[in-house]
């Protein structure tokens, strides 16, 4: 008896990842026609994401190196866990208060102020090439989801 080994490597979605490998597993076991005890599936391993060729800010943060189009950008400590914190946290805003508590660890005392020339300084080290930060005025800031940024695991 032989042991065929398949490996398929698709590019989706994070959400739709899941999904699409039990429907891949679902519609291979079918298109063999083989018992199910008789075929092995290992679980779809997803990674929670990776580098993809369009996004031209990648963000690694087991070596807290930011890359724009491949080039590493020297962020300060509290620049680069700014940025992390919003890329990891897209799609909603968020207060400069959060912020101050969440990135700096304060409370609000220091001032928002503080926020906004962190972002200024942030924006100047990696734009023009790309700006994922959003300032929604008067609250706070929001990074799109589509903003061309990824950030890698080891």
Not at 10 to 23: C, F, G, I, M, S
Not at 55 to 84: C, G, N, S, Y
Request: a positive charge; charged letters at 25%; aromatic letters at 4%.
């Amino acid at each position: 008896m032989a042991q065929l080994t398949v490996i398929v490597q698709l590019t989706v979605d994070n959400e739709q990842a899941p999904n699409l490998a039990a429907r891949l597993v679902d519609t291979l076991r079918t298109a063999v026609d083989l018992p199910i005890d008789r075929m092995v599936v290992d679980g779809a391993q997803v990674p929670q994401q990776r580098a993809l060729p369009q996004a031209k800010l990648r963000i690694q943060p087991d070596a807290r190196r930011v890359l724009v189009k491949d080039t590493p950008i020297e962020l300060t400590r509290l620049e680069f866990d700014l940025l992390h914190f919003l890329c990891r946290n897209p799609g909603r805003v968020h207060r400069r208060a959060t912020l101050l508590a969440e990135v700096w660890g304060v409370a609000e005392h220091l001032g928002s102020r503080t926020v906004d020339v962190h972002v200024r300084r942030l924006r100047g080290k990696i734009g023009p090439v790309i700006d994922p930060i959003t300032t929604v005025r008067g609250v706070g800031y929001l990074v799109d989801r589509n903003a061309g940024f990824v950030i890698e695991s080891v």
